[in-house]
């Protein structure tokens, strides 16, 4: 019974240990960028729906559209306390805007227009990240 209560203090630990290391991941500051919002109806994303430039399905709270002159498609991309995917482009989305996915037009238009400072997070540090410079709208 005492190696047990050892082997669950010591694998708590770990774990405890693996969750402050992703926690801390290093990221890239890009700066002030402004975010719109989009879903999957008509007006937002002109038939296309859920489909995605990257072919994932787009999901609320995860999925965002980028210019991939700045951001990569597939990068992990932390808005306030939010870590989002950038999975999808749009149109209107250039330098330093940002599209994020929402489930409906409501949630939309209750987003609106916002400008928030935007980070990178960076996987692996062996992996470049394109970081460069763009003009403000």
């Known amino acids: 019974m005492k190696k047990l209560l050892i082997l669950i203090a ?7 240990n693996a969750n402050v290391t992703n926690a801390s991941a290093e990221t890239i500051n890009m700066g002030e960028f ?17 489909s995605t430039t990257s072919g994932k ?3 609320s709270s ?5 210019d991939t002159d700045v951001i ?3 990068s992990r991309v932390k808005i306030g ?4 995917t950038a999975e999808d482009t749009g149109s209107g989305v250039s330098g330093d805007h940002i599209d994020i996915f929402f489930d409906t037009h409501e949630e939309v238009e209750d ?5 928030k400072n935007v980070k990178v997070v960076r996987k692996d540090k062996k992996k470049k990240h394109k970081h460069k410079k763009h003009k403000k709208h």
């Open 10 to 16: 010591l694998l708590t630990i770990l774990l405890l």
């Open 34 to 50: 402004k975010l719109t919002a989009y879903c999957p109806c008509c007006r937002c994303s002109k038939g296309y729906g859920r």
């Open 57 to 59: 399905r787009a999901k």
């Open 62 to 66: 995860h999925t965002i559209a980028v």
């Open 72 to 74: 990569n498609l597939g």
């Open 81 to 84: 306390n939010t870590i989002y």
């Open 111 to 115: 987003f609106g227009v916002k400008y």
